[in-house]
């Protein structure tokens, strides 16, 4: 009797807490922090697209020789909305988008997380990686019909520059691009580029998400013996891994871009798959075309991620909802973990 109250003793002592997962305010955070971080970061990503896209004249000339020239030719062509092209269809997509990411995540570690409670590094890569896949099925057409209204621009300056009249170029907006795909090629043709957004953001996920985990467990805590790091934290820690991976995975987002562009320019190179892209841009641009916006896309990414990390642990949701981050529900997915015995 004293040997098995023993043993339940020792069993209670070594028990994990019950390891708690709310999803609905997880996909209501990832959609705030989503549509909060990419109206903060628009221009920027504009300006990455268009310099992903130009191409080098014959005798080295090129439409934007930085990404500060590219700002202060894309503002005075097209004013302080003309920054904003495609940011429409952007914000009412990254809703989905990021709730799809963020709460996946969290999810897929959740279920990876062993008996001990550990999660190690490379069931990381894979919750992350697996995150990454989930979200393209939203990605995808939202990156095709931005990429088209940020690169109208573009298309517009270079043939003024060359001399020709823009006055039969047709007028774009995201219902005319996804009208006319749905038209001519059906649903699948908002789905152009799949392969390279899946190549990108499941590569972008693997290292972003174990990156940003393991640099916000370094910072300080909101109370001592608290999970949760203080916001500025997680802020400068999306940052961080934010800038990290989006360097990490830039010769991708070159090669989707290009990809998804369907109104080329007089200039602009044709691909068929994403081997034909990777190898013609190797051999008529050289390896540094790879990293054409890449600082670009780092200062976009960077403030992106910090702000979605910051806004999604702020607990907006489940403060909306009524309900305590801490305290479980009934809509709660709870598992509990044990603990070996020591």
């Not at 989503?34 to 990455?48: A, E, Q, R």
């Not at 009412?92 to 550990?118: Q, S, V």
């Not at 990454?132 to 990429?147: D, R, S, Y």
Request: with cysteine; charged share 20%.
């Amino acid at each position: 009797m004293a040997a098995a109250t023993s043993h339940k003793s020792i069993e209670a002592k070594t028990q994990v807490p019950a390891q708690q997962f709310a999803l609905l305010p997880k996909i209501i955070n990832g959609g705030i922090a989503g549509i909060i971080g990419v109206t903060c970061v628009f221009p920027l990503d504009l300006v990455k697209t268009r310099l992903q896209n130009q191409k080098i004249g014959p005798n080295g000339e090129r439409m934007y020789n930085s990404m500060l020239d590219c700002f202060r030719k894309t503002y005075r062509a097209e004013g302080y909305f003309g920054m904003y092209r495609g940011s429409a269809v952007n914000i009412l997509l990254i809703t989905p988008e990021k709730a799809i990411k963020l709460a996946a995540n969290d999810y897929f570690r959740h279920r990876l997380t062993g008996p001990d409670g550990k999660l190690p590094v490379t069931r990381e890569m894979v919750a992350g990686g697996s995150a990454g896949l989930c979200q393209i099925v939203v990605t995808t057409p939202m990156e095709l019909l931005k990429i088209q209204l940020q690169d109208a621009g573009r298309v517009a300056a270079q043939m003024k520059a060359s001399g020709q009249s823009t006055a039969n170029l047709p007028k774009i907006s995201a219902l005319s691009v996804t009208q006319e795909l749905l038209r001519t090629k059906g649903i699948l043709g908002l789905y152009k580029g799949t392969g390279a957004t899946m190549l990108r953001d499941v590569s972008f996920s693997v290292v972003y998400f174990p990156l940003f985990a393991n640099l916000n467990k370094l910072g300080p805590r909101k109370h001592p013996g608290s999970s949760e790091a203080v916001f500025w934290w997680s802020f400068v820690s999306g940052m961080l891994a934010g800038s990290v991976s989006a360097a990490a995975v830039n010769p991708a987002d070159v090669v989707k871009t290009r990809l998804q562009l369907l109104n080329k320019g007089a200039n602009d190179e044709t691909y068929k798959s994403i081997p034909d892209a990777f190898r013609k841009i190797y051999k008529n641009e050289g390896p540094r075309a790879f990293f054409k916006g890449a600082m670009c896309r780092m200062i976009v990414i960077a403030p992106l991620f910090g702000i979605a990390q910051m806004v999604y642990y702020f607990g907006i949701a489940e403060y909306l909802l009524g309900r305590d981050k801490a305290a479980p529900t009934k809509n709660q997915i709870v598992m509990p973990l044990k603990k070996d015995a020591d």
